[in-house]
């Protein structure tokens, strides 16, 4: 081996710690950067906290091309509500609850005799949930709180999944897919959806995860 | 401002300083463009823009078949469709029930309908491009520029707000369904 060999061996080891050493230097520096970074988000107001990165998708009206919630504003807003029926039952069903409604009556009034339709009213529960009276512990318990924004607007809060492991986000983005409605995370990590979902919800969410049983979910309406 | 667009010029592809000029644009007046600039102006999209003759200082942008935004004298303004997309582009402002079908129909933004119940007013500077939201409606319905600093209309709330540039169903909103 030649001086000048060993000379290389020298040179190049230090220059490796050296970059091991920067590289040390810099992870503390991130570290420290992150809280910093948490304080400026938490300072900032509720709106910039769910910013959105990723585009929206925002559904237009084949018929007026408005985005769907404003076609009662549209030159023909019965065409556009036939539209939306047809081609986004759920998001028709969000926006018009009233219409919906009627139906359902309509329907229930057809198919079943008077009778029977007095019967229910009377109070009896459905026996469903009669039967199934297995203790059930807070711990283990997922609301859904009905608001009313304004006059036929609501908003639906849901909170508790986290209980069940669940990551709030992306259960957020499952139901905003699955229901077509406009979602948000609200500060204290709740999940909040335009309109009135808790029917939905309530049949939805055990199917979606069984660890949530029927018994679990509790409606609270305002 | 968009009555009608049957005397739009043809479209020229922009230049490459062009398209760097219309992003600094973007990003000096939004900062949180920065955040999006890849989306919206993708690396090999094919940028183009057109004149109005009517008023030759208004230049409409599209990036391959979206239209994107317009320029108006110094300001860069989002199309609806952008603003729809990356709804953290503007300041909100938002208007009371009552005064949505005025916005609709291209009426400018009037003081009352910020401040009633309805209404929010967010902080902002006389001159600024503000989205314009319709209480208990998600999406965007109009564009604007702040006529009058947002501290100012608080005190006073009388007269115009905000002076509406583009709104649902006016002609730019009907070219990007063309
Ligand atoms: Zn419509």
């Known amino acids: ?222 | 401002m968009f009555k009608k667009l049957e005397d739009l010029s043809k479209p020229t592809l922009l230049s490459k300083t062009g398209v760097k000029e219309l992003k600094q644009s973007f990003n000096d007046q939004y900062p949180f463009f920065k955040e999006i600039e890849d989306e919206v102006f993708p690396k090999k999209a094919n940028i183009q823009s057109f004149k109005l003759r009517s008023e030759y200082k208004v230049e409409i942008v599209q990036v391959d078949k979206d239209y994107i935004c317009f320029t108006k004298e110094d300001l860069v303004i989002p199309h609806l469709k952008l603003v729809h997309k990356f709804p953290d582009l503007l300041i909100k402002q938002q208007v009371d029930a009552g005064a949505i079908k005025h916005i609709l129909s291209g009426s400018d933004v009037l003081a009352p309908g910020l401040i009633s119940q309805g209404g929010q007013l967010n902080p902002a500077q006389k001159g600024q491009v503000v989205g314009i939201y319709g209480e208990g409606k998600e999406n965007a319905m109009g564009i604007g520029i702040m006529t009058a600093n947002s501290d100012d209309i608080k005190k006073d709330p009388k007269g115009h707000a905000i002076q509406l540039v583009h709104h649902l169903g006016d002609a730019l909103w009907q070219l990007s369904f063309k």
């Open chain 1, 1 to 222: 081996m030649s001086d000048s060999d060993d000379d290389i061996f020298k040179k190049k080891k230090p220059s490796k710690k050296k970059i091991e050493q920067q590289q040390k230097q810099k992870q503390p520096q991130q570290v420290e950067q992150q809280p910093q970074q948490l304080k400026q988000e938490l300072n900032q107001p509720q709106q910039q906290l769910n910013i959105h990165k990723n585009p929206k998708v925002v559904i237009y009206c084949k018929v007026c091309t408005f985005p769907v919630e404003f076609c009662s504003y549209s030159k023909a807003p019965q065409e556009c509500k036939e539209w939306l029926k047809t081609s986004f039952k759920d998001l028709y069903a969000n926006l018009y609850p009233e219409d919906l409604k009627l139906e359902q009556e309509k329907q229930a009034a057809q198919q079943q005799p008077q009778q029977e339709q007095q019967q229910q009213q009377q109070g009896q529960p459905p026996e469903k949930k009669k039967k199934k009276k297995v203790k059930v512990t807070e711990s283990e318990m997922v609301y859904i709180k009905v608001k009313e924004r304004n006059r036929s607007k609501f908003i639906t809060t849901l909170t508790g999944l986290e209980k069940h492991g669940l990551d709030i986000k992306e259960a957020q983005k499952k139901i905003s897919k699955k229901f077509g409605c406009g979602s948000s995370i609200n500060e204290k990590g709740d999940i909040e959806l335009q309109g009135d979902l808790s029917a939905e919800l309530e049949e939805w969410l055990p199917k979606e995860y069984p660890t949530i049983k029927e018994d679990m979910i509790a409606i609270q309406e305002k």
